[in-house]
């Protein structure tokens, strides 16, 4: 009789396993740290970026559009259609070895509700019922209950790669996609990708599939002791930080380099009635964003960080002249054989021109 319902037991979550996607599961060394992350979402149906918003519990409404780019100005009902990517922002957690969500979104368990399905359709594949009752403990993936609360663990990861910080981007594979064609789009390579996802077999990949890719983050100047370190803002992103009142951007226009200002926003903490001062001190009047130059030296006010009570800020000066006599060194030698070609195929092409 007993051994009868185990039984029973094991076929129902095979069969449900059958029709599952793989699970990505991400490797993430560093037990307890927390860092920045993105996946995408493909939603069933058509529906809002509000509905977005809820769902996977994004605190800030313009970090959601941060994310993906989105003008600022975007309104809160903007129609997302059925099967577009939506890059979600979230806060990854390193637990025993693997990258999990930081316990959200949460979900609530609806009348009809079952597992595979939150995971299969309501969350688009990006986890599967077995890591839903993992991460939640649920003896029995087959008894849910309507009202139940369930932490959605999406995969990512903290792990620098090939040495530098990265923000781990969750990427739904498109149908008739390639490892090589994904790793070009974003700068990095197929050795590194079939790396960080665990693969062997290149062929393997899977449309639908989560694959990690790790997107440059520009580099800051941002305190270990800020409240929002280790600050990660990937490559064609922005976000707004310090309670809002500052607004950071990454690209590659500024060479990786974090570019912040102050946002003009009302700040979300409610001790402050406005935003602190952005001064850097020992330079008048230059705020968070600033720049001055004397000569060859760019003097920049650049954002730290904050505390509870403050934001931090500092002056960072940089030579914006090329180093001519390192310049005029390399000279012929340095630049040797290529050099030489590039002159010759001028000149060819200036001849060819003007002898026609
Ligand atoms: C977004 O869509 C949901 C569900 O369709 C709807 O209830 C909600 O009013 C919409 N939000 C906005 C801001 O239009
Ligand atoms: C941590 O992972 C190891 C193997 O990956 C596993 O044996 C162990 O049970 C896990 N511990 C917890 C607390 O999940
Ligand atoms: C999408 O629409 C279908 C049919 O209208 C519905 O059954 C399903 O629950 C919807 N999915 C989500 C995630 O809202
Ligand atoms: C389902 O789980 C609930 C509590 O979570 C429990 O009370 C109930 O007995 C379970 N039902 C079955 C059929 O196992
Ligand atoms: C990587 O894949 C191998 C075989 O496909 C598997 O045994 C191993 O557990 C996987 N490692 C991780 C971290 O998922
Ligand atoms: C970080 O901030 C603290 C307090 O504001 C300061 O004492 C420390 O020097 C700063 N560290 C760096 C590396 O700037
Ligand atoms: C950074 O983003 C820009 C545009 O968003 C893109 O053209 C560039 O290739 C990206 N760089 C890398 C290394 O991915
Ligand atoms: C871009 O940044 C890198 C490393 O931060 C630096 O070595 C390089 O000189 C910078 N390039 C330019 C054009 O500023
Ligand atoms: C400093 O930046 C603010 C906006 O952040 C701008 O309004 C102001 O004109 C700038 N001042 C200087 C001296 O560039
Ligand atoms: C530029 O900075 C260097 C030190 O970083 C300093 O020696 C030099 O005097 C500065 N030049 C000007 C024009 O301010």
Known sequence: MGYAKVFLGVLLVTALAATSTAQTKLKCSKAGATCTALIDYVSPNNTNVTTIQSLF???????????????????????????????????????????VSN???????????????????V??????????????????????TRGQELWIPLPCSCDEVNGAKVVHYGMVVDAGS???????????????????????????????????????ACSSNVNSSSLDYPFLLANGTYVYTAYNCVKCKCDSANNYTLQCEPSGLKSTNSDWTTCPAMQCQGADGLF?????SSGCNQTSCVYSGFTSKSILTSLVTESICPAPSAAW?????????????FISIQLILFLSLHLS
């Open 103 to 121: 316990h959200k979104p949460v979900y609530t368990v609806q009348e009809g509700d079952t597992l595979d399905h939150i995971a299969r359709d």
């Open 57 to 99: 519990q994004v605190e800030n409404f313009q970090n959601l559009l941060g994310a993906n780019n989105f003008p600022t100005s975007t309104p809160s009902d903007k129609d997302v259609t059925a099967k577009k990517k939506i890059r979600i922002p979230f806060t990854c957690l390193c637990d025993n070895g693997t990258g």
């Open 123 to 144: 969350f688009s594949g990006l986890v599967t019922y077995q890591q839903i009752a993992d991460v939640n403990g649920l003896p029995d993936p087959n008894n849910i």
């Open 329 to 341: 060194k390399i000279g012929f030698q340095g630049l040797g054989w290529n050099f030489f070609l």
């Open 288 to 292: 968070i964003g600033n720049k001055t």
């Open 178 to 216: 390639t490892v090589e064609v994904i790793a070009k789009q974003y700068g990095t390579t197929q050795a590194t990708l079939l790396r960080l996802n665990n693969m062997t077999d290149p062929s393997k990949l899977q449309a639908g599939q989560v694959l990690d890719i790790p997107l440059p």
